[in-house]
């Protein structure tokens, strides 16, 4: 266990120090694709049932993203994440998986190391639940709009990779009220040079 600890370490260690090695100050990047992961925390109480104890309120997300630099500090964007949660009832697997895409806008401040943004975002939102038990599965779904703001800072890791970390709270009416606020980290990958 410890040596795995240490092997993980070493190598993380190794990674970020070749990603350092080129200069954080490069030209700025006209396209920009990110992966991310984080987590959504539903807000208010559609999303839980106290009662029998099923909670979904808590849900582990992945995103995919490109944004095209208009200006240095001005991007447009389309986004797609996936929010899903899972819990049991009476032998019952349960899901739901909320997913948002659409497109935005990003403002982002002047530097070339470390830069704040602000994004917002209006989204198709499709919530889907499914309960499986056995070999039986139901699935049902509901589409609505949504909108979504954000605020982070990007970590220009080299020239061509930068590390996103963002806080964002979204809002859609699918078939529930979604409200969630969370937090995500990524790798965007950064080619294209704007000058």
């Known amino acids: 266990m410890l040596r795995s600890r240490r092997t993980i ?41 106290e009662a029998s104890g099923v909670d979904f309120s808590n849900a582990g997300k992945g995103s995919l993203s490109y944004r095209y630099s208009v200006k240095p500090t001005l991007d447009i964007t389309v986004d797609g994440f996936e929010a899903m949660s899972q819990d049991e009832l009476l032998g019952v697997d349960l899901s739901v998986s909320n997913s948002y895409f659409g497109p935005g806008i990003r403002l982002a401040g002047s530097g070339e190391g470390t830069r704040p943004y602000v994004q917002a975002n209006v989204y198709v939102v499709t ?57 995500s980290i990524g790798l965007t990958f950064n080619f294209g040079a704007t000058r």
């Open 9 to 49: 370490c070493i190598t993380a260690m190794v990674a970020f120090s070749l990603l350092r090695v080129a200069p954080a100050s490069a030209d700025y990047q006209k396209h920009h694709i990110t992966l991310g992961i984080g987590y959504q925390k539903y807000l208010g109480e559609n999303m839980k049932d």
């Open 127 to 183: 919530e889907e639940v499914e309960a499986e038990e056995g070999n039986v599965t139901v699935t049902t779904s509901e589409t609505g709009i949504g909108f979504g703001l954000a605020a982070g800072i990007d970590i220009r890791a080299s020239r061509l990779l930068s590390i996103p970390i963002e806080a964002a709270f979204n809002y859609a009416e699918p078939a529930d009220v979604l409200r969630g606020m969370g937090g």
